[in-house]
């Protein structure tokens, strides 16, 4: 597709502390630097469901993997009505913090079937163009997240959940996947995703 008359969808992944984050923000600034409308969002989204999502996560008290996983679909929904969908039909870059491969790795996680739920999301919500998994070893990407000392998410920051998270990310073959490794200096890991993007939809980072 031509990303630049018809919008493209980037899309990052990993596990808690893979830095995400930060290389969204590094990412959208050589996007909007090269002159493309960039649209920067994340999951999970700012609606009712996702402030349950969150909620829940700084709790420490987790619902069911079924409950877990229908808050995620209810979010995901009006995210992509409000948010992505308009933007990509406006011709921007959608660069999204999470998207539907994080319930499939995280709810995945809890026991719930992982094909399953990538081929209901698949079938229903708008596929990436490009999506850059930020592989990590999960004990180093807990420290990250400690040392930042951001909000705790002991739902979702549990060590032995996290190794199972990593364990589904890596066994996911999808051609809009790219293994990134995210253990190296911040400025190697930038470098290579935009190597990446430039490869892979032909556009100027």
């Known amino acids: 597709m031509n990303a630049r008359t018809r919008g493209a969808f980037i899309v990052f992944e990993g596990v808690d502390g893979s830095g995400k984050s930060t290389q969204v923000a590094r990412l959208v600034a050589r996007l909007e630097a090269g002159g493309l409308a960039v649209v920067v969002t994340r999951e999970p989204h700012d609606c009712p469901a996702g402030r349950r999502i969150r909620e829940m996560a700084r709790s420490g008290e987790p619902v ?9 679909w209810e979010q995901r929904r009006e995210h992509v009505r409000d948010v992505i969908a308009p933007a990509l039909a406006a011709g921007r870059v959608v660069v999204c913090d999470r998207y539907y491969l994080s319930s499939v790795a995280y709810q995945g996680s809890r026991g719930l079937d992982p094909e399953k739920i990538l081929r209901e999301s698949e079938a229903e919500f708008p596929r990436p163009d490009l999506v850059l998994w930020l592989d990590v070893d999960v004990g180093a990407g807990l420290s990250r997240t400690q040392a930042r000392g951001d909000p705790a998410e ?13 364990d589904i990310y ?34 100027v980072v």
């Open 170 to 203: 890596r066994s996911l073959s999808l051609g809009e996947l790219v293994r990134i490794d995210a253990a190296g200096d911040e400025d190697e890991v930038a470098a290579a995703i935009g190597q990446c993007v430039s490869e892979r939809l032909g556009l």
């Open 154 to 166: 002991p739902v979702f920051e549990d060590r032995s959940r996290l190794e199972a998270v990593a």
């Open 64 to 72: 069911t993997a079924e409950q877990e996983l229908a808050w995620f």
